[in-house]
T-cell receptor, first 114, second 112 residues
Framework: NAGVMQNPRHLVRRRGQEARLRCSPM?????VYWYRQLPEEGLKFMVY????????ESGMPKERFSAEFPKEGPSILRIQQVVRGDSAAYFC????????????FGQGTRLTVV | QQQVKQSPQSLIVQKGGISIINCAYE??????FPWYQQFPGKGPALLIA?????SEKKEGRFTISFNKSAKQFSLHIMDSQPGDSATYFC???????????FGTGTQLKVEL
């Protein structure tokens, strides 16, 4: 049973370009969470999705950021018109359900904006 | 109200010693308190978790102590080993969910 798969592992984008980060949850997991980790900081919650639904996007910046988790395929975190401040590690986690259940994290995508 | 404060920022412990990391929270509605371990280049992995109806939980060399009245919880690593060298994060959430509020992390180094 493969773990949570994130790709790419490293992504370099120039200012103004778009970044697409993919997350394939563990088999049987229908809940996905995205977190951002800035250098020397803890992880910050961004968004919580179930298949085809955004459950909680209270941590998402109001502009340029969007997320989806379609019926088929991976969850996508999309950052439009990237700026240097978007440089960070982006982690996704998945769980089989909500509530008191462990979420498993992927290895992250390290985004560098140049 | 949603913060979780973690200390120390870094910690050096001799092999065989006890590592202690502390966290404090503000939101009394939090009801799930996990600890995560993260190695460089990897994602966080759940180490141990506690709910506020118990004051202590032990799993192997790892123990969480929880003080509800003080709104504090701590991780104790007994007989610390070089392989325990990692960054440790405390976290908290509502309803046991995985919308987690993380502390800022503690870099632990266990020396021989």
């Amino acid at each position: 049973n493969a773990g949570v798969m994130q790709n790419p592992r490293h992504l370099v984008r120039r200012r103004g370009q778009e970044a697409r980060l993919r997350c394939s949850p563990m088999k049987g997991h229908s809940h996905v969470y995205w977190y951002r980790q800035l250098p020397e900081e803890g992880l910050k919650f961004m968004v919580y999705l179930q298949k085809e639904n955004i459950i909680d996007e209270s941590g998402m910046p109001k502009e340029r950021f969007s997320a989806e988790f379609p019926k088929e395929g991976p969850s996508i975190l999309r950052i439009q018109q990237v700026v240097r401040g978007d440089s960070a590690a982006y982690f996704c986690a998945s769980s089989p359900r909500g509530g008191f259940t462990e979420a498993f994290f992927g290895q992250g995508t390290r985004l560098t904006v140049v | 109200q949603q913060q979780v404060k973690q200390s120390p920022q870094s910690l050096i412990v001799q092999k065989g010693g006890i590592s202690i990391i502390n966290c404090a929270y503000e939101n009394t509605a939090f009801d799930y308190f996990p600890w995560y371990q993260q190695f460089p280049g990897k994602g966080p992995a759940l180490l141990i978790a506690i709910r506020p109806d118990v004051s202590e939980k032990k799993e192997g060399r790892f123990t969480i102590s929880f003080n509800k009245s003080a709104k504090q919880f701590s991780l104790h690593i007994m007989d610390s080993q070089p392989g325990d060298s990692a960054t440790y994060f405390c976290a908290a959430s509502l309803g046991g969910g995985n919308k987690l509020t993380f502390g800022t992390g503690t870099q632990l180094k266990v020396e021989l």
